[in-house]
């Protein structure tokens, strides 16, 4: 395992949060997800021994919690709600419109490994939708036009990456 | 009745031009001065406060707070845990994403007060995965609050010390239902733990004494150390006391979230008066008043309700009071606030459809009845949705339904029925005869 300075010392800090070290589960998992991009075989077995835990005690969790991930997602993740509120006030033709921008699947990685979508149950802003997040900032209103600059944002972004 | 006006309290700078969520800010508003008052009081004192206030849960149960924590195992000589319920996960709700984001110290103070009433060492905020912001501005906060040394070791100079620590979720919405909480606060899958015997205040984080509070609740808690029990208790209406924070969305002009006196304002005053009423040339056929989980209301139907004082009275949707115990009377409940709105655009089983959808991705597995029966019902009404509706369907629907509610470790068998009970039971004649309605219905919004 290859992790960050940076995320070494959040794990140390965070286990030192609990009495008990199985309480360090998620953060440990949520620190590496953000380290690695994803929770490969090798990075639950270094959990689990960090955690003096069995690996079995891990993978129970990461097929359980949707955040959680076995694969690398693309460079940007797109996140559109599609609970009632946000399908009320058109969630749906938006996620359509990502679809088409991106030329992807649902929860597959664009062809140039720039975007994965994923449709997602309500992100608690419901009075603002439809709301869809990318990576971690949140747009609300987004119709099928704000979903277009949007999407060529993240196009304009990509052009620029050396 | 004169128009309803806002009594903001918890949102008091929320929104606020030049209103910051650092510390300084926060101080320059009078911050954490109740809180050193409080801690200059005895524990006992400010949990008498909070029984006299009536404050009852803002999480969805509305479960007296005072009650809850007079419950608290304080024989065992274990610890006794605060657990903060910032997962947010009813669809609808989004008030304490406003309280994290915006006012974070105001929770503090909030939690600080509730941790010395209660003997507290160690307090958790257990927030959603999805908010990564509000728990970076949470941990900020927190921090700026341990170098005021209003949280940690020798608190205000005293011998009392109590930490907190954020705790994030991810993205299981079973995770805000307080036992699977804790278990997933444990490191465990969040499986909901059976009560009796696990009742949080007894056999709670690692089997201590815990209170599981909303964020909303937490922040109340400040504002009656401030202002007493009885002030507060005045505010509202009778076992309704206090402010709360109603969240619109859907089919209004106006969505959003504003704070009122529980229960002196209607349904009516809330979606025509401060939410500017339906989308031009649309009415009102249905709300959800307390989050996804609570029975819908349809416009049109009547309520015969006994009154507080005893007599009786004959109420339209529009006339519901938003309390807890006059949305119960009408067959719903206030839940968690969250009021959903929907226009004579959409047709109720494609509504359905979409929250059963959530449900069904939502049960966490662990009781037959629930983890089989949302995906039934999800599968009738998608399979409905694309063309293959019968006219019993309705019943089938009902039917699933009724073998789920009651039959459960946890409330979410009952969270997950209730919709499909309501929207079959009100809008049957739409389930009947959908698959005539599709053939010649004029394209809408998708929900499905
Ligand atoms: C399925 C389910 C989901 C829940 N989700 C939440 C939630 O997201 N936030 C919350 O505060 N309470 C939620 N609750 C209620 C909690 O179990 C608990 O009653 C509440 O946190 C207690 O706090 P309060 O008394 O301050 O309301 C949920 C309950 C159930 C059954
Ligand atoms: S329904 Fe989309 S944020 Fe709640």
């Known amino acids: ?162 | 009745m004169p128009a309803p006006v806002q009594r903001r309290i918890l949102l008091a700078h929320i929104d606020e031009p030049g209103y910051t969520s650092d510390i300084d800010c926060y101080l320059r508003h009078g911050g954490y001065g109740v809180m050193k008052r409080a801690i200059a009081r005895q524990p006992e004192e400010l949990i008498d406060e909070v029984k006299k206030s009536g404050l009852r849960g803002r999480g969805g149960a509305g479960f007296s707070c005072g009650l809850k924590w007079t419950l608290v195992d304080r024989k065992s000589g274990k610890p006794v845990y605060l657990v903060v319920n910032a997962d947010e996960s009813e669809p609808g709700t989004f008030k304490d994403r406003h309280l994290i984001h915006q006012d974070p110290h105001q929770l503090i103070e909030g939690i600080m007060i509730t941790c010395w009433a209660n003997n507290v060492r160690q307090a958790y905020i257990y927030i959603r995965g999805e908010f990564p912001q509000g728990a970076r501005i949470l941990e900020r906060a927190i921090q700026e609050a341990r170098e005021h040394r209003f949280v940690g070791r020798n608190i205000l100079g005293t011998a009392y010390s109590c930490d907190v620590f954020v705790h994030r979720g991810a993205g299981a919405y079973i995770c805000g239902e307080e036992t699977g909480l804790i278990e997933s606060l444990e490191g465990k899958r969040p499986y909901p733990r059976i009560k009796p015997p696990y009742f949080p205040a007894v056999l709670g984080l690692y089997q201590c004494p815990t209170i599981v509070n909303n964020v909303e609740t937490i922040c109340h808690v400040k504002h009656i150390a401030d202002m007493g029990g009885d002030a507060f208790a005045r505010i509202g209406t009778p076992n309704n006391t206090g402010t709360r924070i109603y969240c619109v969305s859907g089919h209004v002009r106006r969505p959003g979230y504003y704070e009122f006196e529980v229960g002196r304002i209607t349904l009516g005053q809330l979606l025509y008066e401060v939410c500017g009423g339906p989308r031009p040339g649309r009415t009102f056929k249905a709300v959800i008043p307390g989050g996804s989980s609570a029975k819908v209301l349809k416009f049109g139907e009547r309520f015969r309700v006994k009154l507080r004082e005893g007599s009786m009275a004959e109420w339209s949707v529009e006339d519901i009071p938003l309390d807890f115990d006059y949305l119960s009377a009408c067959g719903t409940m206030g839940g968690s606030g969250g009021v959903i709105v929907m226009d004579d655009s959409v047709n109720m089983v494609e509504a359905l459809a979409n929250i059963n959808a959530f449900y069904a991705h939502e049960s966490c597995g662990q009781c037959t009845p629930c983890r089989e029966g949302s995906l039934w019902m999800r599968k009738i009404t998608t399979r409905m949705v694309h063309g293959g509706a019968r006219a019993q369907d309705g019943e089938l629907l009902q039917s699933v339904a009724d073998q789920i509610a009651g039959r459960t470790v946890c409330a979410f068998g009952e969270a997950c029925a209730w919709p499909t009970q309501s929207f079959v039971q009100k809008f049957g004649d739409e389930f009947r005869q959908y698959a005539e309605t599709k053939k010649t219905a004029k394209p809408v919004t998708p929900l499905v």
């Open chain 1, 1 to 162: 395992m290859n992790l960050k300075p940076d995320t070494l010392r959040k794990i140390d800090e965070a286990i030192t949060h609990y009495p008990v070290k199985r309480s360090a589960a998620l953060p440990l998992l949520h620190l590496v997800q953000e380290d690695q991009g994803y929770l490969s075989d090798e990075a639950i077995e270094w959990i689990a021994a960090r955690l003096e835990l069995q690996p079995i005690n891990l993978y129970e969790l990461v097929t359980f919690y949707p955040m959680f991930r076995r694969h690398p997602i693309g460079r940007r993740h797109i996140r559109i709600c599609r609970t009632l509120s946000c399908a009320l006030t058109g969630g749906y033709p938006v996620f359509e419109e990502f679809r088409r921008q991106f030329g992807c699947d649902l929860n597959e990685v664009s062809a140039d490994g720039e975007v994965t979508i994923e449709f997602v149950e309500c992100l608690a802003s419901c009075g603002s939708g439809p709301i869809v997040m990318i990576d971690d900032d949140l747009y609300e209103n987004v119709d099928v036009a704000k979903a277009r600059v949007l999407a060529d944002k993240i196009k304009a972004e990509a052009a620029k990456r050396p």
